[in-house]
Nanobody, 116 residues
Framework: QVQLVESGGGLVQPGGSLRLSCGAS????????MRWYRQVPGKERELLAS????????NYAESVKGRFTISRDNAKNTVYLQMNNLKPEDTAVYYC?????????WGQGTQVTVSS
């Protein structure tokens, strides 16, 4: 079955960087676009970035454009989110997402906390 496993979250100071990873299994990873979302308690899940199958096309939310970079390694079935110049308002649980057929799949999430 489809599995997505995020890692790389943690506590970082404002202005710092983190790289999140999401390992995928159970589907042909290279055939599907991938996305990163985040969620703060009490708010809707927010789409941050998406990447096409080959990585040739990416899109970003305005809130992270210029600071976050999505990438993928199809040989490793992994999608990444490089996060630079982190701000306290980036504190959230971060999720990767795949839409396979008509079903949406999510990982368990990884907590990112930006605080001094």
């Amino acid at each position: 079955q489809v599995q997505l496993v995020e890692s790389g979250g943690g506590l970082v100071q404002p202005g710092g960087s983190l790289r999140l990873s999401c390992g995928a299994s159970g589907f042909t990873f290279s055939r599907y676009a991938m996305r990163w979302y985040r969620q703060v308690p009490g708010k809707e899940r927010e789409l941050l970035a998406s990447i096409a199958t080959t990585g040739s096309s990416t899109n970003y939310a305005e809130s992270v454009k210029g600071r976050f970079t999505i990438s993928r390694d199809n040989a490793k079935n992994t999608v990444y989110l490089q996060m630079n110049n982190l701000k306290p308002e980036d504190t959230a649980v971060y999720y990767c997402n795949a839409i396979v057929g008509i079903r949406w799949y999510w990982g368990q999430g990884t907590q990112v906390t930006v605080s001094s």
